[in-house]
């Protein structure tokens, strides 16, 4: 072997050894606010029928599937997520997506409306039970709220500016979504439900 080769097989070598043993950089978990679990959290099996306002025997039942809560890669974001599906038969499919987010310092939570097409929106942000926006839609936090008969305590209520599907959504604390008012003038409100955390 030559004089250069060794140099090379040397310089390769440590190399190798050098960059082998460099863990790779994991970037900082960042977890959900407990008060986003608080409102949004539905395992596998939760159920909530909406009833419509105008005529209660008009109802959508909707079922939770699909329930993942688990940090993303930890090379790059490793911000925690949640989501959902909330699926029934001869209607939208709903998703609720949550996610940790590290640069806004606040829980970024969407909506994702599934019919013929994808409606994402609203999405609203989340910071110890303080929720904002950062699109023009208007939000309102109220320590309770009555729709019909029923009293929902902490209530969050998201008047879209751009109103795709619906004109508003109103969240509750232990609940998630408890009130859609559609675009067609319907409004649908949380009759009934089983929510498991």
């Known amino acids: 072997m030559s004089k250069h080769s060794l140099i090379f097989l040397f310089l390769f070598s440590a190399a190798l050894i050098f960059f082998g043993s460099c863990d790779k950089q994991k970037t900082e978990a960042v977890h959900l606010d407990g008060s986003t679990k608080d409102y949004f959290q539905a395992l596998d099996g939760s159920q909530w029928i909406y009833a419509l306002v105008t005529d ?89 709220m009555t729709f019909g008969n029923r009293t929902f305590k902490d209530v969050v209520k ?10 508003a959504i109103y969240y509750a604390r232990g609940l998630g979504l408890v009130r859609k008012d559609h675009n067609d003038g319907r409004v649908f409100v949380l009759h009934k439900y089983n929510i498991i955390k």
């Open 158 to 167: 998201v008047a879209l500016y751009k109103r795709g599907v619906y004109d």
């Open 56 to 144: 209660s025997s008009v109802t959508q039942t909707y079922n939770s599937q699909g329930y993942i809560n688990k940090q993303a890669n930890a090379d790059l974001e490793n911000n925690e997520i949640m989501y959902y599906d909330m699926v029934g038969t001869n209607i939208p499919q709903l998703t609720i997506r949550c996610e940790a987010n590290n640069v806004l310092l606040r829980d970024r939570i969407a909506l994702i409306t599934k019919n013929d097409s994808i409606y994402v929106g609203p999405i609203v942000y989340n910071l110890t039970s303080t929720f904002s926006s950062i699109t023009n839609d208007t939000i309102t936090q109220m320590p309770t």
